[in-house]
């Protein structure tokens, strides 16, 4: 079992910037993957970013590439995502999940998840 927390959510204008945070419990943390979904009101949950439990290999959706960062330290159960030149079509509540076993960009990799933090980006 494992309590994930998001954080770091609020309002920006487009071409702004945010970091998300999710602080995670348990002493398990290290052996787990992490992303990051998001989904908007009347939308299907979007992948957005995952990152291997040692931080080596991340990847991304085709809409957040080059603009989001996600990075993990595990020596502070923490995993961030951080987002630049933020769109309107951001916003939406991002939700931090752990997996434990494999990582990917399918929900249903990923076996705990925080209760998501709003993101609005206004144009």
């Known amino acids: 079992q494992v309590q994930l927390v998001e954080s770091g959510g609020g309002l920006v204008q487009a071409g702004g910037s945010l970091r998300l945070s999710c602080a995670a419990s348990?002493?398990?943390?290290?052996?787990?993957?992490m992303g990051w979904f998001r989904q908007a009101p009347g939308k299907e949950r979007e992948f957005v970013a995952a990152?291997?439990?040692?931080?080596?290999?991340?990847s991304y959706g085709d809409s957040v590439a080059g603009r989001f960062t996600i990075s993990r330290d595990n020596a502070k159960n923490t995993v961030y995502l951080q987002m630049n030149s933020l769109k309107p079509e951001d916003t939406a509540i991002y939700y931090c999940?752990?997996?434990?076993?494999?990582?990917?960009?399918?929900?249903?990799?990923?076996?705990?998840w925080g209760q998501g933090t709003q993101v609005t980006v206004s144009s």
């Open positions: 990152i291997s439990w040692s931080g080596g290999s991340t």
């Open positions: 348990g002493r398990t943390f290290r052996g787990y993957a």
């Open positions: 999940a752990a997996a434990t076993a494999g990582w990917g960009a399918s929900s249903h990799d990923y076996d705990y």
